[in-house]
T-cell receptor, first 115, second 113 residues
Framework: AQSVTQPDIHITVSEGASLELRCNYSYGATPYLFWYVQSPGQGLQLLLKYFSGDTLVQGIKGFEAEFKRSQSSFNLRKPSVHWSDAAEYFCAVGLSGGSNYKLTFGKGTLLTVNP | DGGITQSPKYLFRKEGQNVTLSCEQNLNHDAMYWYRQDPGQGLRLIYYSQIVNDFQKGDIAEGYSVSREKKESFPLTVTSAQKNPTAFYLC????????????FGPGTRLTVT
């Protein structure tokens, strides 16, 4: 069964600093990979996705993520964090080319931004 | 505007009562999902449906029931058999083609006392 690990439960960064959120997956084939963001008490918003092609994908709000097959990772990055980026971030993996459309989510990383 | 609506935003019930959470989408998506979210637990899949009149149990289906009579609607009933029903419930939908990313509603916070 596929699984997703987000090793960092909580990360604190200063506004303007760079950010990297880690995501590792366990799956035999090339998966579809997603990053979502959730503000408190809200639903999840899709930041970006990877399904094939260029391993560096750009998303909304200035985020990017890089797929590294050799490391089974899909880390999310942002060069300069803004206070409004404080939220919880979820990595998710889906089965490519199958008939099962479920996604498996990591447990999330809570981002705190200090002024 | 296309999207997913969940109502109500906040719901309060007494223990022993069944309660139904609403989820409607106008994205013309075939697949719909219900998740439960508890602090530190991430999202856990309760039920999903890939087509009208058909649905499958997810990882934590006990104490919950669903129906899918229309493509646009996927209501979730939290029954009195659910031991810890207080949680944040999220509904999502997706296409069955392409990369089938899921789109989420705003959620319903259910409190049972």
């Amino acid at each position: 069964a596929q699984s997703v690990t987000q090793p960092d439960i909580h990360i604190t960064v200063s506004e303007g600093a760079s950010l990297e959120l880690r995501c590792n997956y366990s799956y035999g084939a090339t998966p579809y990979l997603f990053w979502y963001v959730q503000s408190p008490g809200q639903g999840l918003q899709l930041l970006l996705k990877y399904f094939s092609g260029d391993t560096l994908v750009q998303g909304i709000k200035g985020f990017e993520a890089e797929f590294k097959r050799s490391q089974s990772s899909f880390n999310l990055r942002k060069p300069s964090v803004h206070w409004s980026d404080a939220a919880e971030y979820f990595c998710a993996v889906g089965l490519s080319g199958g008939s099962n459309y479920k996604l498996t989510f990591g447990k999330g990383t809570l981002l705190t931004v200090n002024p | 505007d296309g999207g997913i609506t969940q109502s109500p935003k906040y719901l309060f019930r007494k223990e022993g009562q069944n309660v139904t959470l609403s989820c409607e989408q106008n994205l013309n998506h075939d697949a719909m999902y219900w998740y439960r979210q508890d602090p530190g637990q991430g999202l856990r899949l309760i039920y999903y449906s890939q087509i009208v009149n058909d649905f499958q149990k997810g990882d934590i289906a006990e104490g919950y029931s669903v129906s899918r009579e229309k493509k646009e609607s996927f209501p979730l009933t939290v029954t009195s058999a659910q031991k810890n029903p207080t949680a944040f419930y999220l509904c999502a939908s997706s296409r069955k083609q392409g990369t089938y990313e899921q789109y989420f509603g705003p959620g319903t916070r259910l409190t049972v006392t």
